[in-house]
């Protein structure tokens, strides 16, 4: 495979700098718990039951929660009240749960079982929910071995094709996926309604209205796997199915994508800070709890560091995107996930009428390719420059899917020749499925045969960024990272310590907060 | 009489442009749910039939999808459409440069004209709004924070609308610019009509000029919408800030005479 000559030792430093911007943050994270954690932990126990409220479904374990943060009870964790209310009640947890939501059983005003007893229960119940995610896990891997599995995280099996499907009902969703995985997608990302990252709850059940997108809920990923299963088997070809984790739920998220055999997972620790002006804290404790279960679950993230090059100038703000790269690689290492899992992201976003823009794209490309050799490169399209000229935009993705062969990158997000026009149509998958069938074949081991010119425009670009980058850390490492991010370190966006939705979700730990997930995972 | 050169457009009956004169001809692509065979393609050639094309060239037809045939035809369009009677509604503005307009501002207003940009909604896409609003602009055309005369504020995404009714309220706007672009089940026109009836109640019409964007946004859409004025896909922003000052200043000179003529009673 082709390569950049990179600074070997500025590349250490970075990843040394990043180490040391998260080291304050992670102090930070163990020593608080969200509303989201809480709610995740009782979900991994079995509680995935709704109630109606206000005429629609609401899950049962936000009910449950909220009472407790309402009283003043959620330092100690949900767990701490709620094992205790199972030995008391002698209810399994699903049980409870209703009873609990329903507001038949008051948690707090029952009589406290015996401490060594709670904590008892509670590891061995947190032990069974980690296994029943290692058990979905295998019947996973089981399913990709007897289908074949194109998957290698370091790209060595060319792109993965990798498309979305946003028709807002599930079922109609199931048919676009169908028919884009027979066309040869390899792995479906179900787009989620705009603005769900905002909810702070998981909406429940089988949903066929969204706007732009359809719900993200644990019956929709059940529906949509189970189709996929279905056309993996049939086609002899593993179908990927993503969903995003990221938002007010992230770490609820990956409990119900682990539980439903998810595949990959959109998730990233500062995109919700960024672009959802989610609260900083919020967002860095909800993430690695999030990690913990992904890396339990092995599911593949893809991080959000695209999105950097759509509201900043694509061109000079590559550092930031590879800054934030060694941020999120170090962020989802401390929460014990390994590289083969990291679906690092960026974008091939730059104007296409600067010159030699492909020189530049491709020194980016292979530059994130050869920094984070083990990890699975997610490679996104032109969306920044697109309009209705569907030819051009066809080609712009042509290019695009020419920079992605070569450089080796993982995985390969398809552009749409309609994009900026509509969510796409069935006809649109297909064209732009061929158009990366063709030339991932033509030019599939070109980047084994070329070399890049030392000193030439790809080299000394890469070794530009790769300045910049280190710069650019050094900058973060100086001020700490809430102060940078304030400062607008990351697309432009200037976020605070305080501000930001979901601030009042975040509570700081008692000395007795009950988590046993903490350790089992 | 000979006639030598190629044809001249005939504008009362005006036809799509191939390579000759008058051709008409035109290209479609669909896809059709049933799998590809014989009478798929003539399903997909009676459909052409219907939109007024003959002849009909079905250049490939594909199978997309188990139960799915995707066409790429050519046809010759029989309709033809009077050019010459045309009348479209579009914002009447003079283009000017952000010096021209900074010195207009400068000059005849004598203060900063305050606009608000919001994504509304639970839209999250700002792409259209940063790119009007940000200092860096859109295609080398600098956004309206960099002009020296107007106080330009972005809101940013997700602003919901009686959110934007107090800020409108708070900042004393001038103008607001709201884009969507979300569009699925005609979300951006309910968002649009929602937030015109609650800046009725609120009785800013008058005094705000409220200004729509977005990639499937027009001017008669959102006039209809109750907006003054809308801007679609490949807007600069001197484009929006030739048209607020215009029309801020068409404004007060209305009201001006409309209060010289109250004194006058």
Known sequence: ?521 | MTNLGAAKVNLKKLRPYGDIMDDGTIQVAFTLPVNPGPEAREAAVMLCQKMGLDPIKVATMEKAADGFSLFVIYGNMRHTVDFTQIKVLKVEAKKRSREEIDAIIQEKIGRKLVVLGACTGYDAHTVGIDAIMNMKGFAGDYGLERYQWLEAKNLGAQVLNEELIRLIVEHKADAVLVSKVVSQHNIHIKDFKDLMQRVDKAGLRDQVIFVAGGPRVTHPMALECGFDAGFGVGTKPSDVASYIVEEFIKRRTKNAKKSVKARRR
């Not at chain 1, 920079?403 to 069935?426: D, Y």
């Not at chain 1, 900058?475 to 400062?487: C, D, H, N, V």
């Not at chain 1, 601030?503 to 903490?518: A, C, E, M, Q, T």
């Open chain 1, 1 to 521: 495979m082709a390569h950049v000559e990179l600074n070997q030792k500025t590349v250490a430093r970075c990843r040394e700098l990043a180490e040391t911007v998260a080291r304050p943050v992670e102090q930070m994270i163990q020593a608080h718990t969200t509303v989201a954690i809480e709610r995740a932990t009782l979900r991994m126990l079995g509680v995935n039951g709704a109630l109606i409220r206000g005429g629609q479904l609401y899950p049962e374990v936000n009910a449950i929660v909220e009472t407790l943060r309402a009283s003043g009870s959620l330092a100690q964790g949900v767990l701490h009240w709620f094992i205790n209310g199972m030995i008391q009640k002698k209810m399994p947890a699903a049980e409870l749960g209703k009873a609990v939501a329903s507001g038949k059983v008051d948690l707090t005003k029952l009589a406290r079982a015996p401490e060594a007893e709670v904590r008892k229960m509670a590891h061995e119940l947190c032990r069974k929910g980690r296994d029943g995610i290692v058990e979905a896990r295998e019947v996973r891997d089981g399913i990709r071995s007897e289908t074949g599995d194109p998957f290698d995280p370091e790209g060595k099996n060319g792109p993965l094709l990798y498309v979305i499907v946003a028709t807002g009902n599930i079922y109609d969703d199931v048919i676009q996926a169908r028919a884009a995985a027979q066309a040869g997608a390899d792995a479906i990302a179900v787009i989620r309604s705009t603005a769900q990252s905002l909810l702070d709850y998981v909406p429940h059940g089988a949903t066929t209205e969204g706007f732009g997108g359809t719900y993200a809920t644990q019956e929709n990923f059940r529906i949509m796997r189970e189709a996929l299963d279905d056309e993996s088997r049939r086609l002899k070809r593993y179908i990927r199915l993503t969903n995003y984790c990221s938002g007010l739920c992230m770490p609820e998220i990956a409990a119900l994508g682990a539980m439903e055999r998810l595949d990959f997972l959109l998730n990233d620790a500062m995109y919700g800070i960024l672009f959802r002006d989610i609260n900083m804290k919020r967002t860095l404790i909800d993430q690695h709890f999030s990690r913990r279960i992904i890396a339990a679950s092995r599911i593949v993230i893809h991080t959000g560091e695209d999105n950097y090059l759509t509201t900043a100038d694509a061109v000079e703000n590559g550092h930031q995107v590879l800054a934030s790269q060694f941020i999120n690689e170090r962020f989802a290492l401390n929460a014990k996930m390994t590289q083969d899992l990291l679906g690092l992201g960026h974008a091939q976003e730059m104007n296409p009428e600067h010159p030699n823009v492909f020189l530049l794209e491709i020194a980016r490309a292979q530059m994130t390719r050869d920094i984070f050799p083990k990890s699975p490169i997610k490679f996104m399209p032109p969306t920044r420059y697109k309009c209705g000229d569907i030819f051009y935009s066809h080609l712009m993705d042509a290019m695009f899917n020419f920079v992605g062969v070569l450089t080796g990158q993982t995985i390969q997000l398809l552009g749409m020749a309609t994009e900026a026009m509509h969510t796409p149509l069935l006809q649109d998958r297909w064209m732009s499925i061929k158009n990366a069938k063709y030339i991932f074949n033509g030019a599939r081991d070109l980047g084994q045969d070329l070399v890049y010119k030392p000193g030439g425009i790809i080299q000394s670009w890469a070794a530009k960024v790769l300045d910049d980058t280190h710069q650019h850390l050094e900058m973060i490492q100086s001020k700490g990272l809430f102060r940078a991010i304030e400062q607008k370190a990351f697309a432009e966006v200037s976020r605070t310590e305080f501000g930001g939705k979901g601030h009042d979700g975040v509570i700081v730990r008692s000395s007795d907060y009950l988590n046993p997930f903490f350790e089992v995972l």
